[in-house]
């Protein structure tokens, strides 16, 4: 059965209404006795963004061999678990690599949630202006001078055919505040500019990263000496750990999107975008400073989202 997977990962504008409101005259208000489970309450956990199949390509997970040279460039042992974690991180990366091109924008997104929003606020304002037009209790605020106004008649007759009141139930607080606050975490991933950074990398040195430092090894990466001239290169367990899962990923990877179903027109975009990996696996002074330096985007990337939420 195929499971979702999340890619994941600012200040609201001000608006002329105000969110939370209730078309009037109806006003529900929750009552003691009203189970929680019917409020609207989304966590700041719950990321938006693209969401893809996981069955949509088949990864082998990693061999005893893998797994050994793994444990041996960390210098700890690696748990079931942790192997299961760095599977479903080389999964969702092959994943996330072979839908590139179907993956929508951050511009898309965030068109979707405003023409949700905008929606919304018209719906609301169509029901207030059908409520002061049907409404028979409102006959009263005005006094008729000689005759009745068409507004005036209309009530009138509504309320002689017994409708003493108009009521127009639009209950969507819950998702417009939602939206508004997936849009604000949109807009300033949608308004980058420049190259867009490969997500699917970003995401991957993360979750090693976590595997590694709950694996109780040491998290540090080498300094800029390691694009040095000299022999002596001082790499990190850490460092040679994320290089090796790396290179299985690739290795993983390139034979799952082989055998996946691809458009002709995306196999050759994929193939280039795996390619291009291998720039950061070689092992020499000019790969391992490449690899260092991404890796360094990869986690500033990360600091900045969390500060964002």
């Given amino acids: 059965m195929a499971t979702l997977s999340s ?12 969110f939370g409101q209730r078309v009037q005259p109806v006003r529900r208000s929750r009552s003691k006795s009203t189970s929680l489970e019917s409020a609207f309450f989304v966590s700041s956990k719950i990321p938006i963004g693209p969401l893809l199949l996981s069955d949509f390509v088949t990864v082998a997970p990693i ?14 042992l690696l748990t079931k ?16 690599i072979a839908l590139a091109a179907r993956i929508p924008s951050w511009g898309d997104f965030r068109e979707q ?22 409404d028979p209790r409102a006959l009263g605020k005005d006094k ?5 106004t068409a507004d005036q008649a209309v009530k009138t007759y509504l309320s002689l055919a017994g409708i003493k009141d108009s009521i127009v139930q639009v209950d969507i607080d819950g998702i417009l505040e939602t939206c508004q606050r997936a849009l604000d975490e949109v807009k300033p991933r949608a308004s980058k500019r420049g190259p867009k950074p490969n997500i699917a990398l970003d995401n991957f040195l993360n979750a090693i990263e976590t595997v590694a430092q709950n694996s109780g ?4 990466l080498p300094s800029d000496n390691i694009r040095g001239k000299g022999e002596l290169r001082p790499l990190t367990a850490f460092f ?8 299985i990923a690739i290795t993983n990877g390139e034979r799952a999107i082989a055998a996946a179903s691809l458009m002709d027109d995306e196999r050759p975009r994929v193939e280039k975008m795996f390619s291009d990996l291998r720039e950061y696996i070689a092992g020499d002074r000019k790969s391992d400073g490449a690899f260092l330096s991404r890796w360094r985007e990869a986690k500033a990337a990360l600091k900045t989202i969390k500060t964002a939420n």
């Fill in 144 to 148: 008729p001078k000689g005759t009745l």
């Fill in 81 to 96: 678990t942790a192997r299961e974690e760095i599977d479903a991180a080389i999964h969702r990366m092959v994943g996330t």
């Fill in 63 to 76: 061999t005893d061999e893998q797994s050994s040279a793994l444990q041996n460039a960390l210098g700890v």
């Fill in 113 to 134: 949630l405003s023409e949700i929003i905008n929606s919304g606020q018209t719906c609301i304002k169509a029901a207030q202006q059908f409520v002061q037009m049907t």
């Fill in 217 to 220: 090894a040491p998290i540090k």
């Fill in 240 to 247: 040679r750990f994320g290089r090796e899962c790396l290179k």
């Fill in 7 to 18: 890619l994941n990962k600012s200040g609201a504008e001000t608006a002329r209404w105000r």
